[in-house]
T-cell receptor, first 115, second 114 residues
């Protein structure tokens, strides 16, 4: 079974600082990986996805993630944090279960942006 | 706006009561899913429907049933609610039988069982 681990349930950064949210995956086959963002009292919104094309994936709102097979990582970064980035972020991997593939989510990282 | 619509947004139930959470999507997606979200546990799959007419259990199906009424609608039923089912429930849909395209999520139903 495939799984993801998000290191750090809470991350705080100052406005304008680098954002780095960590995600490691476990997979016996080349994975499909995703980052989602959840703003308070809302559903999840897709930030970006890796589907075996370019290893550096650019997403919405200035976020990007790099797939590193040797490290089994898919960390999310943004060069300069904005107050509006405060949210919970979820890493997910596509996994096979039953008759179809589903997304298996990490436990999430709450990002706080300090003024 | 196109997307996934869930009703109701909030619900309080007494232990033992039943209720159905409704979900509809207007994107002509084939696959639909129900997740529950609990603090520190991310999202866990309850049931999914890879295509119209099929449903399968996910990671945490106990205490729930589902119905794929048609291609647009996928409902989740709690027959006898328990406090352990207090959670935020999300419906999602996807283009095809695979999840490689990612999901579109509804805004959630916040359920409290007392």
């Amino acid at each position: 079974a495939q799984s993801v681990t998000q290191l750090g349930s809470h991350v705080s950064v100052s406005e304008g600082a680098l954002v780095l949210l960590r995600c490691n995956y476990s997979s016996s086959v080349p994975p499909y990986l995703f980052w989602y963002v959840q703003y308070p009292n809302q559903g999840l919104q897709l930030l970006l996805k890796y589907t075996s094309a370019a290893t550096l994936v650019k997403g919405i709102n200035g976020f990007e993630a790099e797939f590193k097979k040797s490290e089994t990582s898919f960390h999310l970064t943004k060069p300069s944090a904005h107050m509006s980035d405060a949210a919970e972020y979820f890493c997910a991997v596509s996994s096979l279960s039953g008759s179809a593939r589903q997304l298996t989510f990490g436990s999430g990282t709450q990002l706080t942006v300090l003024p | 706006n196109a997307g996934v619509t869930q009703t109701p947004k909030f619900q309080v139930l007494k232990t033992g009561q039943s209720m159905t959470l409704q979900c509809a999507q207007d994107m002509n997606h084939n696959s639909m899913y129900w997740y529950r979200q609990d603090p520190g546990m991310g999202l866990r799959l309850i049931y999914y429907s890879a295509s119209e007419g099929t449903t399968d259990k996910g990671e945490v199906p106990n205490g729930y049933n589902v119905s794929r009424l048609n291609k647009r609608e996928f409902s989740l039923r709690l027959e006898s609610a328990a406090p352990s089912q207090t959670s935020v429930y999300f419906c999602a849909s996807s283009v095809g039988r695979t999840a490689n395209y990612g999901y579109t999520f509804g805004s959630g139903t916040r359920l409290t069982v007392v």
